[in-house]
């Protein structure tokens, strides 16, 4: 049951083509944003769609397998957990963001 403490899966396309950064450390890694939409029925009964998007970050294999063939628009499966990070801007305030860290990704869609 620990395994389920933190634990996120997403079904969504990319807004935008990945950006892939080359860490000094050798290492790598994919930044990108997903949208998952969800519709309902409201008072009135018309069809409504919310989309959400998502933050998604990956690193090593993972960030490789986004660089080679994910791209914008793709509809991609992701399993990961939820981190949140903190840093100061240019201005000097304390900004947060809550990310996905993904550790699994499946490609969908043609």
């Known amino acids: 049951m620990n395994t389920l403490r933190n634990k996120v899966q997403l ?33 009135q009964g018309e069809k409504v769609t919310d989309t959400q998007w998502h933050n998604i970050v990956a690193w090593g294999k ?21 981190t949140t990070r903190s840093w100061e801007d240019k201005d000097g305030m304390k900004r947060y963001t809550t990310e996905v860290v993904c550790n699994e990704l499946l490609m969908l869609g043609k």
Request: charged share 30%; net charge negative; proline share 2%.
């Open 62 to 82: 993972t960030a490789e397998i986004v660089e080679k063939f994910v791209g914008k628009g793709k509809e991609v499966a992701i399993e990961g957990k939820l």
């Open 11 to 43: 079904i969504g396309n990319l807004g935008n083509d990945p950006e892939i950064i080359n860490l000094e450390s050798g290492k790598i890694l994919a930044k990108f944003s997903i949208a998952t939409n969800e519709s309902y029925k409201n008072a």
